[in-house]
Structure formats: structure tokens, C-alpha cells
């Protein structure tokens, strides 16, 4: 293999990494956003719990005959 070659075949491999890195920038990207979005979901919830649980009856409670 000459210097052209194995130039070649690096310049390919910095070429994948390349675009490899930018997909895993993007997936990263909406993983986090997605990270985000679940957690001010737990968040409501939470919050939608706790003053069902000051109220009233909680959703999942057996009933009296069970």
C-alpha cells in the first residue's frame, strides 16, 4: 500500500467519524429533549398525586367489599 492509498483510506475513515459524530450529536440532542419532557411530565404528576392525595380518595384504592 502506498502513501496515496493509505491516505486515501484515512481521509475515509476521518470522513465516517465525521458524520458518525454529527448523528450522534443529533440523537444525543433529542435525548435530552426528550429527558426533559419526561420530566416535567413526573413533575405534573407528582405535583397532580399529591393534591389527590390531600383531597380525596386515591384512583387505585381497593374498594370496601374487595
Known amino acids: 500500500m502506498n502513501d496515496a492509498e493509505r ?4 481521509e475515509e475513515r476521518y470522513a ?3 458524520r458518525h459524530s454529527t448523528e450522534q450529536d443529533k440523537v444525543m440532542l ?3 429533549e426528550e429527558v426533559a419532557k419526561l420530566r416535567k411530565e ?3 404528576l407528582r405535583a397532580q398525586r399529591s393534591g389527590d392525595a390531600d383531597g380525596g380518595d ?3 384504592e381497593r374498594p370496601p367489599h374487595y
Open 16 to 18: 465516517h467519524l465525521q
Open 30 to 32: 433529542e435525548l435530552s
Open 42 to 44: 413526573i413533575t405534573s
Open 7 to 10: 491516505l486515501t483510506k484515512l
Open 58 to 60: 386515591l384512583p387505585d
